[in-house]
């Protein structure tokens, strides 16, 4: 099933601590995935980051939220139980929502610390999502709209143009040694499919043949062999195909399944490849999550 968002988690939360012992937040983790049915890929489902699980992250934020209303209580680092307020909101038929717990004064100075917020590029809001969601789906959005920003200028930009990014990807990516070397191997017109060469680290102790071409159409199997030909022709075991558009599976099989190394990057990769290594980008502002250092406040 769909993990469950966090307000869907809190009533599960305080049924499972309602033996009124404590209860560790990593057994309350493992239990509730337990009840909600979720797989072992559903649990281990990261948040875009990859910092933390998104079903933990929903049944920790669930915690705060129970927590700021005194339905539960931290009794030590990680360890929790529920109060009195918590067993009442057990017995209400009323459903356990954001809502319901707005009705407590301690709650409604928690919340009074900031306001709920769409998600950009999301029909939720923050009383759907978990803060950390909400910023990384935010920054997903900006992601993926600069991603098809980039490619859409790659594609009018001249042939000359798509060669020298080519080139500084590849440096920013530490290939080529210097940008003398691989503006001499990389965009040097050859035959049988290469379009140039460049060193795979700054000794060039092993190079890699590039071919790097705008298609309009998705790449299909008989490219791929070409450019394995054109290896072979070179005595060389390692190339990377680059297109702005896609691959066939056909094509993808095909590269897995002979001897030499052959890397496909397409229009999305080699997108994410320019923005993680801020080319043809700049990093317009730097924002930082924190979370309380737990461990800093446990005595010594």
């Known amino acids: ?44 489902e990261m948040l875009p980051s990859g910092f933390q699980a998104k079903f933990t ?26 109060t009195g307020r918590g067993k009442e909101l057990l017995s209400s038929s009323e459903p356990l ?41 935010a920054v997903l959005a900006v992601r993926q709209a600069v991603s098809s920003e980039l490619l859409d200028r790659i594609k009018a930009a001249p042939p000359d143009f798509f060669e020298r990014l080519v080139v500084d990807l590849l440096l920013a990516m530490g290939y080529g040694g210097s940008r ?21 680290d700054r000794l060039g102790l092993d190079a890699v043949y590039i071919q790097a071409k705008r298609w309009d159409g998705a790449v299909g199997r008989p490219m791929v062999q070409m450019f394995a030909g054109s290896l072979d022709g070179q005595k060389a075991t390692k190339g990377v195909l680059i297109t702005t558009s896609s ?21 999305p990769q080699l997108a994410d490849l320019l923005i993680d290594n801020e080319v043809g980008v700049v990093t317009e502002a730097t924002f930082r999550l924190v979370r309380v250092d737990t461990g800093f406040f446990e005595p010594v």
């Open 97 to 137: 929502t954001l809502s319901t717990l707005a009705k407590f004064p301690e709650y409604q100075e928690f919340k009074s610390g900031g306001k709920s917020t769409a998600v950009v590029g999301s029909p939720h809001t923050l009383d759907d999502v978990t803060p950390a969601e909400a910023i990384e789906s």
């Open 1 to 44: 099933m769909p993990i469950p968002d966090f307000q869907t988690i809190m009533r599960p939360w305080l049924e499972l601590t309602s033996d009124g012992m404590e209860h560790s937040l990593q057994d309350v983790i493992a239990e509730l995935a337990a009840t909600f049915s979720l797989s072992d890929a559903e649990r281990a």
């Open 180 to 200: 003398r070397d691989a503006g001499a191997a990389v965009g040097r017109s050859g035959d049988g499919g290469i379009d140039g060469v460049i060193k795979e």
């Open 247 to 267: 691959f066939t599976s056909d094509a993808r099989e095909y590269a897995r399944s002979i001897g030499k190394r052959i890397v496909l990057v397409d229009g």
């Open 57 to 82: 992250n929903r049944v920790a934020w669930a915690a705060t939220h129970l927590n700021k209303a005194g339905a539960i209580t931290r009794v030590s680092r990680g360890r929790y139980k529920i």
